[in-house]
Nanobody, 124 residues
């Protein structure tokens, strides 16, 4: 059974940085795509970034491009989201997701497995 466990969220001042981690277990993920999404109160879930586990190819949302970077560590079965120059509008619950088809996509329905989320709060 696939398990995704996010960590690394917290409270940070605007302009600061955080690194989120998503530890994946239960399968061999070499063919998967992994994504990060976020959801702010009263808003729909929003795509942030995705990576193909095998090729390392990435796709990053325009809203965070240049500030956020997605990467993976194959040996640790962990995907990271490095978030720099954080803004108050980045405040949300951040979710890790896995797509067995390996498609690096920005559409939530493509992802079959989800973590429980980690809260990121950016103060002004």
């Amino acid at each position: 059974q696939v398990q995704l466990v996010e960590s690394g969220g917290g409270l940070v001042q605007a302009g600061g940085s955080l690194r989120l981690s998503c530890a994946a277990s239960g399968r061999t993920f070499s063919s998967y795509a992994m994504g990060w999404f976020r959801q702010a109160p009263g808003k729909e879930r929003e795509f942030v970034a995705a990576i193909n586990w095998s090729s390392g190819g990435t796709y990053v949302a325009d809203s965070v491009k240049g500030r956020f970077t997605i990467s993976r560590d194959n040996a640790k079965n962990t995907v990271y989201l490095q978030m720099n120059s954080l803004k108050p509008e980045d405040t949300a619950v951040y979710y890790c997701a896995a797509d067995p088809q390996g498609v690096v996509a920005g559409v939530a329905v493509e992802y079959d497995y989800w973590g429980q989320g980690t809260q990121v709060t950016v103060s002004s």
